[in-house]
C-alpha cells in the first residue's frame, strides 16, 4: 500500500511554506502552489530515501493564513460544487430521457434534438456504464488540493 503524506501549506508573504505535520524534517517552501507536489516529493524522497514515485502527496492550504481572501475562495469552491452537483443532475435526468426516447424506437437524432444535445452526445450516452460516468470522468478521482486547513 502506499503511503500518503500530506502537508499543510501557509501562506507568508509571498511564499508558501509546507510543511507534513508529524513529520520532522519534511518542510520546504515555493513561490505557487502549483509547485507544492513536485517541491514535496523531491524532499520527502531524499529525507526518506525513497523514490519520488512511490508515495502521494496531498496539499492542504490552511486557508486561514490568507487572510479576508478566505471567505471568497470557500464561497467559491462551495458554489463550484453546487454546479457540479447540478450538473450531475442533469445528466442522469438526460441519460434517463434518453434511454426512455431510445427504447421508445426515436432515432439518435430525434434523441439528441429532443433533449438538445447532439447525436455524437447520445451515443456516449448509451455507451456509459451503469454508474453512467465515462471511463474518463471515473479516471479523474478527487480533487488535487483540499480546502481543508490541517492533516486529517
Do not use: H
Not at 137 to 147: H, L, M, N, Q, V
Request: hydrophobic content about 40%; aromatic content about 6%.
Amino acid at each position: 500500500m502506499r503511503r500518503t503524506y500530506r502537508a499543510v501549506a501557509v501562506r507568508d508573504g509571498r511564499w508558501w511554506f509546507l510543511q507534513v505535520p508529524g513529520e520532522q524534517g519534511l518542510f520546504t517552501q515555493v513561490r505557487r502552489l502549483d509547485q507544492a507536489e513536485a517541491m514535496l516529493r523531491e524532499v520527502i524522497g531524499l529525507m526518506r530515501k525513497v523514490p519520488e514515485d512511490s508515495f502521494d502527496v496531498v496539499v492542504e492550504p490552511d486557508l486561514s493564513s490568507i487572510g479576508e481572501l478566505r471567505a471568497v475562495i470557500e464561497r467559491a469552491v462551495q458554489e463550484r460544487e453546487r454546479a457540479a452537483a447540478a450538473q450531475d443532475s442533469a445528466s442522469a435526468a438526460i441519460r434517463d430521457a434518453v434511454a426512455q426516447i431510445r427504447a421508445s424506437g426515436f432515432t439518435t437524432r430525434d434523441a439528441g434534438a429532443l433533449v438538445g444535445v447532439s447525436p455524437q452526445r447520445i451515443s456516449q450516452l448509451t455507451t456509459t456504464g451503469p454508474s453512467g460516468e465515462s471511463p474518463r470522468r471515473a479516471a479523474e478521482g478527487r480533487p488535487r488540493f483540499s480546502t481543508d486547513a490541517g492533516p486529517r
